[in-house]
């Protein structure tokens, strides 16, 4: 995270679009981790095989990168790889919903519930969707992470395309 970190610092610093290359970084990662070794190797009977390993440190790269852009680029949506933070988070603000401390309603913690809430559902639809997959079309389902991870860019380069109209 830290070299993410300084990457996106680099880049800005360069007036270089931080955003879009470090979600291509993570899309590239994806591609090598998720899809390639994934499928050259897996599935993955030595788990402490070089291969195995190889796997899961490119994914953990791809990881932390996720974590440095959407901590820096989208710092007020709820997090996308931090579900035991977001659980727990979510739970506090259901039993303040409840029985809210010293009497009072705070709407704050009311947007924070509704947030993390949908972030938690779209999080457990991912869940079954990679787990029905994974049974349809075993290990080549690698192949799904980059094709998603591939949609904020494409989102974001469209928009930039787009040319401003005034009303």
């Not at 291509?24 to 998720?34: D, E, R």
């Not at 291969?51 to 989208?74: E, P, Y």
């Amino acid at each position: 995270m830290i070299a993410a970190r300084l990457l996106n610092t680099a880049l800005s610093n360069w007036r270089w679009p931080a955003f879009e290359i470090l979600i291509a970084l993570h899309l590239l990662l994806l591609i090598t981790g998720a899809a390639a070794l994934a499928i050259q190797f897996g599935p993955f009977h030595d788990i402490d095989g070089w291969q195995a390993v190889l796997t899961g440190m490119v994914l953990v790269s791809a990881m932390a990168i996720q974590n440095a852009f959407h901590r820096v680029h989208l710092a007020s949506a709820p997090p996308s790889t931090i579900m035991t933070g977001t659980t727990t988070q979510v739970m506090i603000d259901l039993a303040d919903r409840i029985h809210a401390p010293n009497g009072t309603e705070n709407q704050s913690g009311a947007r924070r519930l509704v947030q993390m809430s949908t972030s938690m559902l779209c999080f457990a639809i991912g869940c079954g969707a990679a787990a029905l997959l994974y049974n349809r079309v075993g290990i080549k389902c690698f192949v799904a992470p980059p094709i998603v991870g591939s949609l904020p860019l494409i989102l974001r380069l469209i928009g930039r395309s787009r040319p401003v109209t005034q009303s």
